[in-house]
Structures are given as C-alpha cells and as structure tokens.
T-cell receptor, first 111, second 113 residues
Framework: LAKTTQPISMDSYEGQEVNITCSHN???????ITWYQQFPSQGPRFIIQ???TKVTNEVASLFIPADRKSSTLSLPRVSLSDTAVYYC????????????FGAGTRLFVKA | KAGVTQTPRYLIKTRGQQVTLSCSPI?????VSWYQQTPGQGLQFLFE???????NKGNFPGRFSGRQFSNSRSEMNVSTLELGDSALYLC????????????FGSGTRLTVV
C-alpha cells in the first residue's frame, strides 16, 4: 500500500490559488490518486480523482507528473469556506481497498 | 439520491458497555468501510466489507467487530468500551472499492464516560 506524505498545514488568503502537493513514491501501476476534503465533525468529501496528467472538475484540478510519484491538488480562488483538512489517498480499489488516510493538510484561508 | 446514513448521530455509553452502530450505504454500493477519528490519531481504518465479507481489517483489537447484510447495510460493534474509544465513527460506501471514491456519512459521535 502506497504511503503518502503531505504538508501538515498551509495558510492562504481569499481569492488566491492554493496548491497542495502529495508525495507517493511507492505508487503502483494500478493505483489511482484521490483527494478528499473534511470539515470538523463531518465525514470526508470526495473532491477529485486521477491516474495521470491532469484532471479538472468544477471545484479543483489534479496534476500528476509522468512518474506519478507525486500529485498536486489545485484549488482556484479559495474562499473562507475552503478552510478544511485535505487528504491524499493512493490505491487501486481492487481485491480489497484498505483506504489509509494520512494526517492530511490543514488549510486555513484568511480574509 | 440518498447519501450514506449513519445512526445514531450521537451516543453516550459507560465504560464496560457495548455499542452497535449502523450504516446504510448509498443504493447500489457494495463496499462499506468503517473509520475511527480522534483528534490525536486522525482517521484510522477499522475494516471494509464487500458483499457481506470482510476483506480488509485495520489494526484494532478484537473488541471491534462488524458485519454486512445482504442489502449492504453494515453494523459495527464495540464491546467492553474503554474511555479511549470515544471518537467520531465514520462509515463510507463505494461501488466496488476505493477506485471510484468513497462517500462518507456524517458519522456517529461516541462518548464513553
């Protein structure tokens, strides 16, 4: 199971773009990269998932370099409501997916 | 469509008692996973069930157990409760597993006194 490493915390201001990078040196060929967002006392919420290159949806973009040993979650123009913990997960979901959440990155958006 | 439903939302138990928590996954989802979240330890994986079979288990003592029914609903049980079991217990469902992303419930807040 690929272990992930993320910064413990990040600060930003409203309106800025925030990039959170996750390292996963032992990622396997079949593994996908998934990001979740969690607010206090709530369950994590799925943000985005990708395998390689770039994925974009209505809330974020995910950049994955060719070697796939890292990935970057990009949040455009953050607002105060984006203050949350962001988790990066790696796994293939086949044969039993033992989802292991790391410590996550605590993003604090200031006015 | 309805999300993942966990009941009860809050629970207070006494040390030594046992507790059963329930999780109803999204319709059609066959994988259900359980997590314990505490301020000190973060999100810890308990176990995952798929089609009524436990196919993954985390590093928790045998006091923590679970099961899944034919309709994919799942329960987890904690026996002989300890103060350290106080936590937010989260359930997540997925079609077949993590590849397609999990949808989490709002959790059950368990307080052991």
């Amino acid at each position: 199971l690929a272990k992930t490493t993320q910064p413990i915390s990040m600060d930003s201001y409203e309106g800025q773009e925030v990039n959170i990078t996750c390292s996963h040196n032992n990622i396997a060929t079949n593994d996908y990269i998934t990001w979740y967002q969690q607010f206090p006392s709530q369950g994590p919420r799925f943000i985005i998932q990708g395998y390689k290159t770039k994925v974009t949806n209505e809330v974020a973009s995910l950049f994955i370099p060719a070697d796939r040993k890292s990935s970057t979650l990009s949040l455009p123009r953050v607002s105060l409501s984006d203050t949350a913990v962001y988790y990066c997960l790696v796994g293939d979901g086949t044969g039993g997916f033992k989802t292991i959440f790391g410590a996550g990155t605590r993003l604090f958006v200031k006015a | 469509k309805a999300g993942v439903t966990q009941t009860p939302r809050y629970l207070i138990k006494t040390r030594g008692q046992q507790v059963t928590l329930s999780c109803s996954p999204i319709s059609g989802h066959r994988s259900v996973s359980w997590y314990q979240q505490t301020p000190g330890q973060g999100l810890q994986f308990l176990f995952e069930y798929f089609s009524e079979t436990q196919r993954n288990k985390g590093n928790f003592p045998g006091r923590f157990s679970g099961r899944q029914f034919s309709n994919s609903r799942s329960e987890m049980n904690v026996s002989t409760l300890e103060l350290g079991d106080s936590a937010l217990y989260l359930c997540a469902s997925s079609l077949v597993g993590g590849t397609y992303g999990y949808t989490f419930g709002s959790g059950t807040r368990l307080t052991v006194v």
